[in-house]
């Protein structure tokens, strides 16, 4: 029972974050920074994916998953169809 609320709660919450990464303007917004923004929605992308690979698969699936953390917030300028099939793939 719980794991079907968990996995309810997750594909809830990465359908939604699918829907704003598509409702970009352009794939530049995705990636923008300044004073009030810290991380773009990009680098937010990879370190929610990267989390969930890392928690979900490598730790509680054995997936063999290795996270790269740096990379997540370090990567930039990843075309919108990669970010949103990372997001599909979890």
């Known amino acids: ?23 970009s303007q352009n794939e530049d917004s995705i990636w923008k920074v300044d004073k009030s923004i810290l991380n773009s929605a990009g680098n937010l992308t990879l370190h929610l994916v990267g989390n969930i ?6 730790i ?5 998953y290795v ?6 917030f370090s990567l930039k ?3 919108r ?5 990372k997001i599909e793939n979890n």
């Open 1 to 23: 029972m719980i794991t079907t609320s968990i996995k309810s709660l997750f594909t809830r919450d990465l359908n939604q974050l699918k829907k704003e990464i598509e409702s």
């Open 60 to 64: 509680l699936g054995n997936s063999g």
């Open 53 to 58: 690979n890392h928690f979900i698969g490598a």
């Open 81 to 85: 169809a990669e970010l949103i099939e």
């Open 67 to 72: 996270r790269n953390r740096e990379l997540e």
């Open 77 to 79: 300028n990843i075309p």
